[in-house]
C-alpha cells in the first residue's frame, strides 16, 4: 500500500493537470519559499483583503509575503513547533494573527497525531502515517473561526492541513465564508475519487481551477457565483444524483 501511494503522489499529479486542464484565464503570482511557497491570482493581492490561513508548519514565507503585500492575515496551527516558529518569525503588526487552532467539520476537541519521522512537524487528526504519539487541541470550522475573530468577508483561504481537506471544504460549501481564491493541499492522493468529487461540487460553488502544483491546488471563484445557498442547494442536488446512480446503476 505504501509502495502505491508513492507512486500515486509522484505520477498522479501530471496525469490530473493533463485531464483537468487548469484554466488558463487568470494571472497567477508564486509567493513564498519552495517548499511552502503557492500560485495565487495578482488580484487577490489587494492592500486590506484578508487571508486565512491554516497548516503554518516551519515555514511562514507564504504567509509573510501576503502580509508584506498589505493584506489581513490570520494564521491557524496548533502544532507545538508551529507554535514556536510563528512566535519567532511572525510579525508584530496588527495586520497579523495567529491563532493556536485547527480546522474541522465542527467544533470539538480532537487527537492530532505525529508523524512516524520524528523531524517532520505536520500532526494529522486522521492519524495519516499510522503513529500512536499524539496531542489534543481545539479544532474550530471556518465559520467560527471568522465569527470569533469578528470577520465578515474572507478573501483568500489556504489550507495544508494533513487530511482534513475534505471535511473543512464540505463544511465551507455548506456554511461559508466562500472566498474569491481557495488553496488546497490534497493528503491523500490515494483517493482520487473523493477529488474528483470535491472538484465537482467546488465547480458547482462557482469555483474553477487555475493552477495544480502537485498536490496543491488553487480555484479561483468567479464573479458570477452562487451564494452559500445556493451553492449548498446545487450540492445536495449533486450528492443525490451520485447516489441514486450508485444504487441504481446504470440502465439500458
Known amino acids: ?7 500515486c503522489r509522484k505520477f498522479l499529479p501530471a496525469v490530473l493537470q493533463a ?10 503570482v508564486r ?9 495565487v491570482p495578482t488580484s487577490a493581492l ?7 490561513l491554516a497548516g503554518a ?5 507564504f504567509d509573510l509575503e501576503l502580509h508584506d503585500r498589505g493584506l489581513v492575515v490570520y ?16 510579525p508584530q503588526s496588527d495586520r497579523f494573527t495567529f491563532v493556536p487552532r485547527g480546522w474541522w467539520s465542527h467544533d470539538d476537541v480532537l487527537r492530532f497525531y505525529a508523524p512516524r519521522n520524528p523531524n517532520h512537524v505536520s500532526h494529522s487528526i486522521g492519524n495519516l502515517q499510522r503513529s500512536t504519539d499524539y496531542f489534543e487541541a481545539t479544532v474550530s470550522s471556518v465559520a467560527t473561526c471568522a465569527s470569533d475573530m469578528n470577520v465578515h468577508r474572507v478573501d483568500l483561504i489556504k489550507m495544508d492541513i494533513e487530511g482534513a481537506e475534505f471535511a473543512v471544504l464540505n463544511s465551507l460549501l455548506n456554511e461559508g465564508p466562500l472566498p474569491t481564491t481557495l ?9 482520487v475519487l ?16 487555475a493552477r495544480i502544483d502537485h498536490w496543491n491546488y488553487t480555484f479561483v471563484r468567479t464573479s458570477d457565483a452562487p451564494t452559500v445557498k445556493q451553492a449548498q442547494f446545487w450540492g445536495v442536488r449533486r450528492r443525490r444524483r451520485r447516489a441514486v446512480g450508485h444504487v441504481g446503476g446504470r440502465v439500458g
Open 19 to 28: 485531464v483537468w486542464r487548469p484554466t488558463t484565464d487568470v494571472d497567477l
Open 194 to 209: 473523493q477529488l474528483w468529487k470535491h472538484k465537482q461540487d467546488l465547480h458547482a460553488a462557482g469555483y474553477r481551477l
Open 75 to 90: 494564521v491557524f496551527d496548533p502544532t507545538p513547533r508551529a507554535i514556536a516558529c510563528v512566535e519567532r518569525d511572525g
Open 31 to 39: 509567493l513564498g519559499s519552495g517548499y511552502g511557497g503557492w500560485w
Open 57 to 61: 508548519g516551519e515555514d511562514i514565507t
Open 183 to 191: 488553496c488546497v493541499e490534497f493528503d491523500r492522493p490515494t483517493a
Open 1 to 7: 500500500m505504501q509502495f502505491v501511494a508513492s507512486l
Open 46 to 52: 489587494e492592500p486590506g483583503h484578508v487571508a486565512f
